[in-house]
């Protein structure tokens, strides 16, 4: 397995939460991993990606221009690296910003997923990048998601522990959402 995947948006989505927490619970499989992160200079706002590789073996690069895995949670990001997806990779977007329109190729495995509605029905917009994620584990099988959830008690600051249940009931609603 080696697996090349793009995670981006606008700051303040999670964006970089997702690729790291992904990092992490690939290190936790026991896989190789590498995390590159991207942003303006804006805090909020701003565009924000990065880049996670998990792989069986040895990692070259911690840079892609084809990822096999875009995970687009607004429409510029989409637009941007789009085009870029290997044949037969998968891309996740957030429906609740992107119009499935823009969706123009058939050599791609795509799912779109309401997660900014979700993750307000849930009760915090701010888990829309977990559902998101959740989504992305059912449909890639990249780690477990036993392995997301330690990862995100690692990567969340401890003061931020109070909202881990919250974060894994986001994951579980994006991991029912395609594994439905």
């Not at 995947?5 to 964006?15: D, E, R, S």
């Not at 600051?157 to 959402?177: D, F, I, M, T």
Request: with cysteine.
């Amino acid at each position: 397995m080696h697996q090349e995947i793009v995670c981006a948006g606008f700051g303040g989505q999670g964006v970089l939460l997702i690729g790291q927490t992904l990092a992490y619970a690939g290190m936790l499989e026991g896989k190789e991993v590498s995390w590159y992160p991207a942003y303006g200079p804006e805090m909020r706002g701003g565009t924000a990606n990065c880049t996670t590789v998990i792989a069986e073996s040895q990692i070259g690069s911690p840079v892609t221009s084809a990822p096999t895995v875009l995970v687009a949670l607004n429409r510029p990001s989409l637009e941007k690296f789009y085009s870029g997806v290997v044949p037969d990779g998968f891309v996740v977007y957030n429906s609740s910003l992107i119009d499935s329109s823009v969706l123009t190729r058939s050599d791609l495995q795509t799912v779109g997923v309401d997660a900014n509605n979700i993750a307000s029905q849930i009760g915090n917009s701010r888990v829309a990048n977990m559902v998101m994620l959740g989504a992305v584990l059912a449909l890639t099988q990249l780690v477990s998601l036993e392995a997301v959830e330690q990862a995100l008690r690692m990567v969340l600051p401890s003061r931020r522990h109070n909202l881990l249940p919250l974060n894994y009931q986001a994951l579980q609603k994006g991991v029912e959402l395609v594994g439905a």
